[in-house]
């Protein structure tokens, strides 16, 4: 019985990952295998992001190209050819490689460029980097192994536990059959909804361990139109969540789900599952559900909205500090902190280039005393378990972590919860525990909804603008 290893991973951020890096793509014949390998092919028409080729020539995507390369293993393991399969769009579906010496406990190494079609013809890498592919946006890709002995392994690959770039699969002959998946009360694989709050039935066998990736992607375009856009098409991964559960006795298992529209070009929500019964052995993916998220969550009205860059003027280590002089960006202040235009959904400006140590202060007026949730608005692309501090009425908290957001101007909420809060004039401070992230704005959002006429509204002194 033989078995093999493959991976996709070109690590670095989920913004700029790339099949293009040396090493992207590793298969491992297993040391218990009783055979060489002789051939694997990779195809990426199975992939659930859509359109993902190889491109070789730089002729399906933008304008960067790499072709097949080894970057390790050439030497030992007999690399005698290799060939592109499936042509679409100036790009290829599949590779294919042969070995002559592929032994068990070899690995060979490559590298191959990558492309979503809709990026044909772009200035490298792309609009918004879609032109960087990562092992990611690739799961669902299947990767077929064929032994000296004729015998053949197939398989699909799935995220890497915790990775934001990497998917891969250990190729069996014990695959189980996949699970099904469906969105309950929708008849389509593919919906555009308002309501962000969605269930995700899967269905499979009693007692099995589900895991369901939700994968937010955007499609990103230098015209807005893109090459051969197809309905619901991302061609970059946004953000990723992970999520568990046991199929019960009934043979299947609802997983409540909150869809995300983290980017103006985002909220296309990609849903996928696999499962694993008790003695090891997974399944091949479920098929890929598709949905759309057309709205932005409304804001209950009582809710206090602060702009981060309206924090309190004055005196640098005083009213606020920052730890470099002038605003580097240039934009809507004239002081010591680095204000830029935002991309999010929301607001006109963020502050960034944060340094640990720094802090903002505010003037906030609590309307009615209470339990409030205080929501961060942040992103980042450097680097992963940051946190922010926050001090208000006395009470000082810190932030949950929070990740890599998939890019600078890619935003997602950090939500300390349950703050009890006194009703009156007080002062907010952010004490940057953490440095290289970006924030948009702070939401302090009372437990129970406060109606219209009460709601509060932050304001700014504007002094020393």
């Not at 669902?140 to 890497?160: C, H, K, M, P, W």
């Not at 970059?236 to 568990?244: F, K, P, R």
């Not at 002038?326 to 960034?352: K, Q």
């Amino acid at each position: 019985m033989s078995e093999a290893l493959f991976i996709i991973d070109p690590g670095s951020s989920l913004a700029s990952s790339s099949t293009f890096s040396p090493g992207s793509f590793k298969l491992t014949n297993d040391i218990s295998s009783t055979d060489n390998i002789v051939r694997v092919s990779i195809d990426f028409s199975t992939a659930i992001f859509p359109d993902l080729v190889f491109d070789p020539d730089g002729n399906a995507g933008d304008a960067t190209a790499k072709g097949f390369t080894v970057d390790s293993g050439s030497s030992s393991i007999g690399v005698t050819s290799h060939t592109f399969l499936g042509e679409r769009d100036g790009g290829f579906d599949i590779l294919e490689i042969n070995f002559n010496d592929f032994q068990p406990g070899e690995t060979l190494e490559f590298s191959v460029d990558a492309d979503p079609t809709s990026t044909k013809g772009t200035s490298p890498p792309g609009p918004g980097e879609s032109g960087s592919v990562s092992g990611l946006e690739l799961v669902g890709a299947t990767v077929t192994v064929e032994f000296e002995d004729g015998s053949t392994l197939q398989g699909q690959v799935y995220r890497i536990p915790d990775s934001n770039t990497g998917s891969q699969v250990t190729l069996t002959s014990n695959n189980l059959t996949p699970p099904t998946i469906e969105i309950v009360g929708l008849a389509s694989t593919a919906a555009t909804v308002e309501d962000a709050n969605q269930t995700v039935r899967i269905t499979g066998t009693a007692g099995s361990e589900i895991s369901l990736l939700i994968v937010e992607g955007a499609f990103f375009t230098e015209d807005g139109i893109g090459f051969d856009p197809d309905p619901f098409e991302a061609n970059t991964a946004i953000a990723v969540n992970e999520l568990t559960a046991t199929i019960g006795a009934n043979g299947f298992v609802d997983i409540p789900v909150t869809l995300t529209r983290s980017n103006t070009d985002g909220g296309l929500n990609y849903f996928v599952a696999k499962y694993e019964d008790g003695n090891g052995n997974t399944s091949d993916l479920s098929s890929t559900v598709v949905l759309e998220l057309n709205s932005v969550p409304t804001n209950n009205p009582g809710t206090i909205r602060i702009e981060a860059e309206d924090y309190k003027a004055g005196t640098n280590g005083v009213e606020y500090f920052d730890t470099t002089p002038g605003n580097g960006p240039g934009a809507y202040r004239n002081d010591d902190v680095d204000i830029e235009t935002t991309g999010d959904l929301e607001g006109e400006f963020n502050v960034g280039s944060i340094d640990t140590g720094e802090y903002l202060t505010y003037d906030v007026n609590i309307p009615v005393g209470g339990e409030y949730d205080i929501v961060l608005r942040v992103a980042t692309a450097s680097g992963d378990g940051k946190s922010i501090g926050v001090t208000i009425g006395g009470e000082s908290y810190t932030s949950p972590s929070f990740n890599d957001t998939g890019g600078w101007q890619v935003y997602q909420d950090v939500t300390i919860s349950d703050v009890n809060l006194s009703a009156g004039a007080q002062e907010l401070r952010l004490d940057m525990t953490s440095n290289s992230f970006n924030i948009n704005y702070i939401d302090i959002i009372p437990k129970q909804v406060i109606p219209d006429e009460t709601a509060p509204v932050a304001s700014l002194d504007t002094t020393s603008l």
